[in-house]
T-cell receptor, first 115, second 111 residues
Framework: DAGVTQSPTHLIKTRGQHVTLRCSPISGHKSVSWYQQVLGQGPQFIFQYYEKEERGRGNFPDRFSARQFPNYSSELNVNALLLGDSALYLC??????????????FGPGTRLLVL | SQQGEEDPQALSIQEGENATMNCSYKTSINNLQWYRQNSGRGLVHLILIRSNEREKHSGRLRVTLDTSKKSSSLLITASRAADTASYFCAFMDTGRRALTFGSGTRLQVQP
């Protein structure tokens, strides 16, 4: 079975541009979460989606948005890019969207560089 | 901050030695998980320990959890060069659906 897939693997943008990152969860998983990992730090939670609805949001500005499609894949959009948005963006999938004990499985990430 | 703290930040050992990493957190948790990350790529899930468990084993991994001290440790026994990676603890607060990650421990295993 395929794991979580993300595209693209690498991306270079300039300040002020917009970017769209894509994620396909493990087959059968209905929940997708997005994390941002700045170099040298642990991942920080951005969003969780379950059954196409936002179930959680981290402390990120409104420039960050996401959505989940009927096939449970997801997009993360970032507008008006800043230098500080340079990071590894990780997508994780899990079976359900419940609170509590759930293992999240991570994709390989998209490395975004903003110049 | 709800971030977990890990120590040490970096650890260098010889092959065959044991490696111990510690994680502390500040909130009430449902579970605590450990992940490995190679060269800044995706995270690989290693082990999950529930809040009502005190110790768990998986192969060469041993995890302990002390909820009274809000701390956990990951022990890797008989380390190998392939264990070289960054290790993160991650916990799920009660009432939340997102993982909060620690700052990570960079482990270097010298052959």
């Amino acid at each position: 079975d395929a794991g979580v897939t993300q595209s693209p693997t690498h991306l270079i943008k300039t300040r002020g541009q917009h970017v769209t990152l894509r994620c396909s969860p493990i087959s059968g998983h209905k929940s997708v979460s997005w994390y941002q990992q700045v170099l040298g730090q642990g991942p920080q939670f951005i969003f969780q989606y379950y059954e196409k609805e936002e179930r959680g949001r981290g402390n990120f500005p409104d420039r960050f948005s996401a959505r989940q499609f009927p096939n449970y894949s997801s997009e993360l959009n970032v507008n008006a890019l800043l230098l500080g948005d340079s990071a590894l963006y990780l997508c994780a999938s899990s079976l359900g969207g419940g609170v509590g004990i759930e293992t999240q499985y991570f994709g390989p990430g998209t490395r975004l560089l903003v110049l | 901050s709800q971030q977990g703290e890990e120590d040490p930040q970096a650890l260098s050992i010889q092959e065959g030695e044991n490696a111990t990493m510690n994680c502390s957190y500040k909130t009430s948790i449902n579970n605590l998980q450990w992940y490995r990350q190679n060269s800044g790529r995706g995270l690989v899930h290693l082990i999950l320990i529930r809040s009502n468990e005190r110790e768990k084993h998986s192969g060469r991994l041993r995890v302990t959890l002390d909820t009274s001290k809000k701390s956990s440790s990951l022990l890797i026994t008989a380390s190998r060069a392939a264990d070289t990676a960054s290790y993160f603890c991650a916990f799920m607060d009660t009432g939340r659906r997102a993982l909060t990650f620690g700052s990570g421990t960079r482990l270097q295993v010298q052959p």
